[in-house]
């Protein structure tokens, strides 16, 4: 089988990003134009604007990542979009920059999921083998997936509520820390002691997670140490955080391991360049003799190369689209 060239456009919320990976595993070149500059002013990503940045940064970063290619698009073989979930302003701007260049030079549009990308980021680092345990952490996703073969996806748990991001920015806000906050608590925790007690939410026997009452449980700590007149120690609140929510995924995890099986697990979205959950997930695994793989920092957020790569092997599975392709902003993962 000849080499295969996808392209791959991510613009679901606020990075433009198009890459060119080989097969699947190879990156070739990578362009990722992020804005968090733009919105940390506000607090958090405000869609209107995120939709106007990726407006005047699409063409430019497909040009420079043709360039660093040293490529033309005659020699692409196919597109791969992330069609959804995200802000649907976002997604349309990329789907459309897609679906122009399939039109004008013939080449297959491969729609992809966005949670997907993040699964398939992982082999870029080596194959994927089966059955295993996708554990995906971002702003907007918490869900475990069991995978038994390429593109088969079985969600066998998710969030009730917050997803795991979400809370960590919730959190970083409420003690002060600006955007994006989950990278500074993260940082923080490294420097505390866990002095603060925390409920762990939703132990139960499914293999669901809850975030919200550990947000809310910090946010009443929070208040009533303001209401005595104590100030909140930052590195240790953050510290006492992150062990609860590490410590939330992991017993889920370990759950799944030992019921199901499983013997290759990976971590996937924005929060596996968490140190804290990295380091969680490593001594789990190697306590249960399990392949662990998690993306380098690079592939942990969102970018091109995840889509390109994972549009390789949507294609493999004769997942292509034609012109009528549409954005999502929610959807399931199949």
Known sequence: MKDMYILGIESSCDETSVSIVKNGTEEIATIISSQIDVHKQYGGVVPEIASRHHVKNITIVLEECLEKANMTMDQIDAIAITYGPGLIGSLLIGLEAAKTLAFIYNKPLIPVHHIAGHIYANSLVKPLTFPLLAVVVSGGHTELVLMKDHYQFEKIGGTLDDAIGECYDKVARVIGLEYPGGPKIDKLAQEGNDTYKLPIP???????????????????????????????????????????????????????????????????????????????????????????????????????????????????NGRVSDLNLNSKSQDTLK
């Not at 380091?279 to 306590?287: D, G, I, K, R, V």
């Open 202 to 316: 939703l132990q139960d026997d499914s293999y669901n997670f809850s975030f919200s009452g550990l947000k809310s449980a910090v946010i009443n700590l929070s208040h009533n140490e303001e209401q005595r007149g104590e100030e909140i120690r930052k590195a240790d609140l953050a510290t006492s955080f992150q062990k609860v929510a590490v410590e939330s995924i992991t017993s889920k995890v370990r759950k799944a391991i030992q019921e199901l099986g499983i013997k290759n697990v990976i971590v996937a979205g924005g929060v596996a360049a968490n140190n804290g959950l990295r380091t969680a997930m490593q001594s789990l695994t190697e306590e249960l003799g399990v392949e662990l793989s998690i993306p380098p920092m690079k592939y942990c957020t969102d970018n091109g190369t995840m889509i390109a790569a994972a549009g390789y092997f949507a294609y493999l």
